[in-house]
């Protein structure tokens, strides 16, 4: 899923300089599952806007809402078509793709974000950290690597690993990381699927991931 | 079975009252009296307790149970009144379907398996039998899906105003969440804190640490129990996890994060409280009234 990060709620209160009515939408998609834009977290920012503004003895008007889907145009427009006219500014808390749908529907009104979106991740939730999984490079390598990608989880993306980094199973750029080939050696030696890391692969094919990208469906 | 088993039990009460008085939850409203529910039971007049949901604040420590002077097993007869309740459309927290997104958070924080994601509609689904309302899910819910019936947001929220209402001019507004189980039991009467009464500090949802700031606190104490000490498990942990991550918020708007004060104090450490509520009424006193009590 999309791992999304707050923004310092100074640069949001910077960017709403001026705005007198603010509607903020939520996200109950990827980002309300991890805990970073669902119903409650855009009523909390509402309410640290409004501590911003007290401090600053302005007024400011704030509104909640949270949708499904804030990538899926149809939904964005059917849910807050009837409530957006009475707003100055949309700020959303979703990713990358909803801030962007959300300023495509609605033309005439500004709209910004209230986070950092990340990677694509999951969670390992004992830890509670997500964790990056995927670059969406484009052309999946999975099958050949057990199910753990190097790509994204070894620091060099090397496509025929280990290097000469692994010390005691981490990699030399973190000590708390795990070396993803080692990881990837473990996992084909249980399925007994050795062989395949023997064969050495080719460089790979970069333009697949040459954005912008799209997928017809 | 089990209904006429502890009823015949129930028979030998003779309304001394020592369950009402060691019960912890007692303590907590006066909604809720085992002496009470033991006569009702005795005299099959189950009607009323079993539509009101003060039912559900029995949390099941079996206090009631060691000290009967007739070992009247009370916990197990409240128990089995919990599963007729359900009957009667009383139950301990209500899944609001229709806002439910399956994030399975509930089910990541619950610790007794009372709340769980359906496979079928991805919706939570709870198990009144088994949840004794500790009020975590409610907490964790990014959706506002779950709503308690004990100790529910507007209760909370309500209690939070009163608070902050009590206090006089001049007087330093402190709001303490204390957790029923540690921290109140420890509590001293202090003139400048009054304490809001949680089941566990687990209940405590980042929205009313920010409504008590915005109400015009001063500062936010929570006594927890000591970590491995909570009744529930790991509402305590929870609770530092929330905390921690309000405190980081409030000092970037510019609330001076000391303002909120999370403390680990176990039911015997009454002069820790004292220690607690003395050190932290100094911090307060040298940073003055909240910045944000300006404009009220």
């Not at chain 1, 990713?95 to 991740?121: R, S």
């Not at chain 2, 927890?224 to 929330?242: L, M, Q, W």
Request: net charge positive.
């Amino acid at each position: 899923m999309i791992v999304v990060e707050r923004k310092n709620i100074n640069d949001i209160l910077e960017n709403l300089k001026g705005f007198k009515k603010i509607l903020l939408v939520g996200c109950n998609g990827c980002v309300g599952i991890y805990q970073l834009g669902g119903e409650k977290q855009a009523i909390e920012l509402a309410m640290l806007i409004n501590m911003g503004n007290k401090l600053k003895d302005k007024k400011i008007d704030t509104k909640a809402i949270t949708v499904i889907r804030q990538c899926d145009k149809q939904i964005v427009k059917e849910e807050l078509g009837p409530i957006i006219t009475d707003c100055d500014i949309i700020l959303s808390l979703a990713c990358g793709a909803g801030v962007q749908t959300v300023a495509e529907v609605f033309e005439n009104i500004p709209v910004i974000p209230a986070n950092d979106t990340k990677f694509i991740g999951a969670q390992a939730r004992e830890k509670g950290t997500l964790f990056e999984m995927c670059i969406a490079c484009g052309n999946c390598i999975l099958d050949k690597t057990g199910g753990i990608c190097p790509v994204t989880r070894c620091p060099k993306s090397h496509l025929n690993g280990p290097c000469g980094g692994v010390y005691k199973g981490k990699c030399e750029t973190d000590k708390e990381r795990d070396c993803a080939w080692l990881l990837i050696y473990n996992k084909l030696k249980l399925s007994g699927k050795l062989e395949s890391m023997k064969k050495i692969a080719s460089p790979k094919d970069f333009t697949k991931a040459a954005h912008p990208r799209k997928q017809e469906v | 079975m089990e209904t006429s088993n502890a009823k015949k039990k129930a028979y030998a009460c003779y309304q001394c009252g020592v369950c009402t008085g060691i019960c912890p939850m007692a303590r907590l409203t006066e909604e809720f009296k085992p002496r009470l529910i033991v006569q009702d039971f005795q005299s099959n007049q189950t009607e009323d307790i079993l539509k009101k949901n003060s039912l559900w604040l029995c949390a099941a420590c079996y206090c009631c149970y060691e000290n009967c002077p007739q070992m009247i097993n009370v916990t197990d007869i409240i128990a089995d009144l919990k599963g007729e309740a359900v009957k009667y459309g009383n139950v301990p927290l209500k899944v609001n379907e229709d806002k439910c997104i399956g994030c399975a958070n509930c089910e990541y924080v619950c610790p007794y398996g009372a709340i769980k994601v359906d496979v079928h509609d991805s919706k939570s689904k709870s198990n009144p039998e088994l949840c004794i309302s500790c009020g975590s899910c409610a907490a964790e819910c990014p959706a506002i899906a779950i709503a308690m019936q004990n100790f529910a947001d507007q209760q909370m929220k309500s209690a939070i105003e009163k608070t902050i209402s009590s206090f006089g001019k001049g007087e330093l507004r402190i709001v303490s969440f204390l957790c029923n189980w540690s921290a109140y039991a420890g509590a001293d009467s202090t003139t400048s804190s009054r304490s809001i009464r949680v089941m566990c500090t687990g209940r405590i949802d980042s929205l009313f640490i920010y409504h008590a700031f915005l109400s015009g606190a001063d500062g936010v104490l929570i006594g927890a129990c000591n970590r491995g000490d909570c009744y529930y498990a790991s509402g305590n942990i929870n609770a530092e996890k929330r905390i921690n991550k309000i405190k980081k918020q409030l000092g970037d708007i510019g609330v001076e994060p000391e303002r909120l004060r999370f403390k680990w104090i176990s039911r015997s450490e009454k002069q820790k409280f004292a220690d607690v509520i003395t050190d932290f009424t100094e911090k307060l006193k040298k940073l003055g009234p909240s910045p944000l009590r300006k404009m009220r």
